[in-house]
């Protein structure tokens, strides 16, 4: 079953940027690894936060292809690392 996308704002922790998904609200994890793998990290507040935003629609199809082949953490949630990236041309 794929996710789609909620809509509801994502937060910074501190393991990487977590948003929820569709169906049953499953929680996903965009490590701050991944984040920083896409732009080159600056300093400030909330860099994390506007790298997941700018990128969102992208981080959402890794997310629903890994929970469709079932790769999850314990408690059923998606993490997205920088080894998920590969195939992405942002």
Known sequence: MSLSSVGNPAWDTVRGVRFAMHPTLVAVVITHAALDNIELPTHGVGRHLACFNKHRDAF??????????????????????AGDLKSLSL
């Open 60 to 81: 959402e199809k890794i997310a629903s292809a890994k929970h469709q082949r079932q790769q999850l953490e314990g408690g059923g949630v998606v993490i997205v690392e």
